[in-house]
């Protein structure tokens, strides 16, 4: 059972528009949520986070939104530039096990010029 | 640099036989994770450590799996009597403490059982 979900296995954007990443998760007591990037042959990058008493947080051009209710968060990269290419996860965790993190199957981003 | 180091980066090796995965943390880093990421998908949990101290060990998938950190620092996952189903790659991740603080990942460690 796949607790954390990104279905979008890819996305192609063009530079300088704005990147939206999806994910979902069903597990009710996840309260603090990440994204990461990968590069190929390297290990991932935290990038964001967000903590589930808030419903965004922003950091330079990457910004997470968090939709309790519908057990739902975004990452929108704006303007994105094609450094950002790489594979974005999601992760998860949930109280009292807040070192174990539950991760999605990513999404390939490309940015085209 | 002052990254996460895993050792050896690439491991080919006999069903049958037992590898030991090497991580060297941040210094300073509190806790340390492993993680089993196979093709196409995120990493997965296995195990992490408070200093010495085996905390969880829920995602470890059967009991020729072990891991060990003796001195709070570098640890050891051990597989014993691999299987092709072992073959992925291996993440060590560590963090300045288990709560609300990002993971850092190493590079990893690319088992192949042959």
């Known amino acids: 059972d796949q607790q954390v979900k990104q279905n979008s296995p890819s996305l192609s954007v063009q530079e300088g528009r704005i990147s939206i990443l999806n994910c979902d998760y069903t597990?009710?007591?996840?309260?603090?949520f990440l994204w990461y990037k990968k590069y190929p042959a390297e290990g991932p990058t935290f990038l964001i986070s967000?903590?589930?008493?808030?419903d965004k947080n922003e950091d330079g051009r990457f910004t997470v939104f968090l939709n309790k209710s519908a057990k739902h968060l975004s990452l929108h990269i704006v303007p994105s530039q094609p450094g950002d290419s790489a594979v974005y996860f999601c992760a998860a965790s949930e109280t009292g096990t807040a070192s174990k993190l539950t991760f999605g199957t990513g999404t390939r981003l490309q940015v085209t010029l | 640099g002052a990254g996460v180091s895993q050792s050896p980066r690439y491991k080919v090796t006999k069903r049958g036989q037992d590898v030991a995965l090497r991580c060297d943390p941040i210094s300073g880093h509190v806790s340390l994770y492993w993680y089993r990421q196979a093709l196409g998908q995120g990493p997965e949990f296995l195990t992490y450590f408070n200093y010495e101290a085996q905390q969880d060990k829920s995602g470890l998938p059967n009991d020729r799996f072990s891991a060990e950190r003796p001195e709070g620092s570098i640890s050891t996952l051990t597989i014993q009597r691999t299987e092709q189903r072992d073959s992925a790659m291996y993440r060590c991740?560590?963090?300045?403490?288990?709560?609300?603080?990002?993971?850092?990942f190493g590079p990893g460690t690319r088992l192949t059982v042959l």
């Open positions: 967000i903590s589930s008493i808030k």
């Open positions: 597990n009710s007591m996840f309260d603090y």
């Open positions: 991740a560590s963090s300045l403490s288990g709560t609300g603080y990002e993971q850092f």
